[in-house]
């Protein structure tokens, strides 16, 4: 596919209103509820989410994509790691995050930083666990307005299971390769007291398909309700992980694609469980303050803290001899120790302006972090077969001095405002606007290294306008536009500390129409992305790419939904024309301008549908495709597409549930992911397995 130009061409004036001057809403003339309470128990199909908006607002009446994963499909899935969740998503690319972090590209841009969890950054680079999550909310395109830097290709923001029901549940999966999980979740209302608790939590002992792999995990999730008043609450949780792996790059390429070895092979030291690990320690706690001033107003503060560590130790290829048929393998240590905190500021108003109803949101937001690493890499420690590896015998610590050490700091103020209004019945607006004033210093320990600083601002505006001729049908148009500072995610560099930040624009038109009384939803969006002055890292020199702009047109098209008769699905098609338009860079001998950027299949597809069987049993099966994708900027090595076929059987009853995932049905060999700036770390996919699961509610 090939749009040759924009699909939308959108001029956006915003005038903000002097709000003191107008009269509050008379008893008779509120805003339409935004609250859906679903008849049905459960479904597939959604009708609300908050990470759009930061209010809960139908997604009928959102300009923008949203995907929303319920606990539903969460369940039916069998899904234990965020890549479980996202792979069933349009427009999705996969990246083995250096084998020690979620990493995804969102409509061709990664999003690294681009993670949250219940409206909060949560940009540490570990690998999440879903023991505590009840949905997940996928905003695609830029989300700065709302959320500050970062969110090219979109933001993915983890829904948390709240206090306010009575519940104990425990789970029990047993699975291919050892794998061992518990879970539980207790829920209770003290009504007398206005206080509701709820403590979640999983431990995992397991091996994997991969030779040495392992995983060791604790998670633990306690949290607290208190409702002071009918029109005030204030919410508590904590969260503590550890998570403890094989730091797992995956295999090299030869003659253009990955390696034809078998899945399990590891290409690192042979003691891999004691000098190729990565240990990741998350903390966290998070207060929410809500306050009704009264029926036009209320006020949220938000405050979440955390702590996290990193010791992650590894080995992967650094270079590819072909004639040899040989690899050359570098080992190294990364130690990262981060802690800081964010805190939002909200006031929601509810208005009617020349006899039009408005949600306004108006924010602020402060937040600290310091992120403390140092990273020691040493090239060459063995030579192995690319075909046959024998594996060397390595020690812990990499013998070399430290390519990085050092602390950065990274202080954010902003401020934004967002109206959310009803023109008339049957046109909306979204538009919004944010303010950032983003700092960041670099405090070397290096001899002869200096210490740097910037300080970036930036406006993020948004608009869109959405169009319902009747209940079921619903169209827009937006525009939205983010920034990506120079050390988002990592510190600054002398390599990178001048370079102004990244800037993306996201021109979108799309429309949504509901099936069988709600029941279903078909969507689809057409859109343009372009962001410009894009860098990125070579793994093996750490030196700077730079790659130039970026832009991808693309169409996506869901179907979500219950179809009746015990027959729900969910199913997605994603068509990119992704390209890097500008560039001087060079990569593997070959000019990255003209060439489409990494991880980023033209063609990918996904189905999933389950079928109520009666007296108790559900069946399900699905299907997840990909098509060719590239391993590096070079273009010169493809990672072939491929189909993967999952299926589940389970009977519910009442008190108890019983559940068997086969993934891989057909035992495809396949690469599932790659690193994203290099074509010599693809890694491959599970083979066949299996999961049992035992779900018991008392």
């Known amino acids: 596919m090939k749009l040759n130009k924009s699909p939308l061409a959108l001029a956006v004036a915003l005038a ?44 009928r009446d959102i300009p923008q994509t949203v995907n929303v994963v319920p606990q539903e499909l969460l369940r039916d899935q069998a899904a234990s790691s965020m890549e479980d969740v996202v792979k069933g998503i349009p427009g999705i690319g996969l990246s083995h995050g250096d084998g020690q972090r979620d990493q995804v590209t969102i409509r061709g841009f990664t999003a690294i930083a681009d993670q949250f969890i219940d409206g909060m950054r949560d940009d540490a680079l570990y690998f999440r666990d879903l023991s505590n999550i009840e949905q997940v909310e996928v905003i695609k395109g830029p989300a700065s307005v709302l959320y500050g830097r970062g969110s090219s290709g979109g933001m993915i923001n983890r829904i948390t299971k709240k206090p306010g029901i009575d519940k104990t549940e425990v789970t029990a999966t047993f699975g291919s390769w050892n794998k061992k999980r518990g879970e539980f979740d207790v829920a209770r209302k003290l009504s007398e007291s206005g206080v509701a608790f709820r403590v979640t939590g999983a431990k995992e002992d397991s091996d994997g398909y991969r030779d040495q792999q392992f995983l060791k995990r604790e998670a633990f999730s306690p949290s607290l309700l208190w409702k002071l008043s009918a029109d005030t609450s204030v919410l508590v949780q904590g969260e503590y992980l550890s998570d403890r792996r094989l730091t797992d790059f995956g295999i090299p390429s030869y003659k253009g694609t990955a390696v034809d070895v078998d899945p399990s092979t590891y290409f690192g030291a042979a003691n891999a469980r004691d000098v190729d690990f990565s240990q990741a320690r998350v903390k966290a706690l998070a207060v929410a303050l809500e306050h009704r001033l009264n029926g036009n107003w209320s006020l949220r503060n938000a405050f979440r803290r955390y702590d996290y560590s990193l010791n992650r130790n590894n080995t992967l290829v650094g270079s590819v001899n072909e004639a040899a048929q040989t690899a050359s ?16 500021t909200e006031l929601t108003q509810r208005v009617e302006i020349l006899g039009m109803p408005h949600q306004l949101l108006y924010g602020v937001e402060f937040s600290k972090q310091d992120k403390d690493q140092v990273n020691r890499s040493q090239a060459n420690v ?9 594996l060397p015998v390595l020690p812990l610590a990499a013998n070399v001095a430290p390519g990085t050490d050092n602390l950065g700091i990274l202080k954010n ?11 008339t019945p049957q046109w909306k607006m979204l538009a919004g606007v944010r303010y950032d004033d983003f700092s960041q210093e670099t405090r070397e320990r290096r001899v002869g290294q200096k210490n740097l600083d910037r300080t970036d601002r930036a406006w993020s505006p948004r608009a869109g306008l959405v169009y319902q001729p009747s209940g079921n049908q619903s169209y827009y148009v937006s525009f939205s536009k983010s920034f990506q500072p120079s050390g988002e ?19 979108e038109v799309g429309a949504r129409f509901d099936l069988l009384d709600g029941l279903a939803t078909v969507s689809a969006s057409l859109f343009r992305l372009e962001r410009t002055g894009i860098k990125s890292s070579d793994p093996a020199t750490n030196q700077l790419i730079p790659i130039g702009t970026q832009r991808t047109d693309g169409l996506e098209l869901t179907l979500s939904g219950d179809l009746g008769q015990g027959w729900k699905v969910v199913s997605g098609l994603a068509l990119l024309d992704a390209e890097i338009t500008r560039s001087i860079a ?24 389950n079928k109520e069987l009666g007296g108790g049993w559900h069946s399900g099966a699905g299907l997840n495709y990909q098509g060719d994708r590239f391993a590096n900027t070079g273009n010169t090595t493809v990672l072939p597409g491929y189909t993967v076929v999952d299926a589940m059987l389970a009977y519910r009853a009442a008190a108890f549930d019983v559940q068997v995932n086969v993934n891989n049905l057909f035992d495809r060999d396949y690469i599932v992911s790659g690193h994203g700036s290099s074509k010599l770390l693809n890694l491959p996919g599970a083979p066949r397995n299996v999961r049992v699961t035992a779900r018991y509610r008392f």
Do not use: C
Not at 382 to 390: G, R
Not at 594 to 602: A, D, R, S
């Open 382 to 390: 063995a030579s192995v077969n690319i075909f046959k590896p024998v």
């Open 489 to 507: 995610t990592f510190a600054l560099a002398a390599n990178n500390a001048a370079i102004d930040p990244e800037k993306t624009t996201n021109k």
């Open 329 to 344: 393998l570098t080992h190294g240590n990364v130690r990262r120790q981060e802690d800081g905190y964010f805190n939002q």
């Open 16 to 59: 903000l209103p002097q709000l003191a001057t107008l009269p509050a809403f008379a008893q008779d003339s509120t805003l339409p509820a935004v609250t859906v309470t679903a008849a049905r128990e459960s479904t597939y199909n959604p009708v609300s989410a908050s990470s759009a908006t930061k209010i809960d607002a139908p997604l």
């Open 413 to 423: 103020q902003s401020v934004y405002v967002q109206d959310l209004a009803t023109l």
């Open 586 to 609: 060079r990569d593997d001998g070959r000019m990255v301008q003209g060439n489409q950027p990494t991880l980023t299949p033209k063609r990918s597809a996904n189905l999933w549908l």
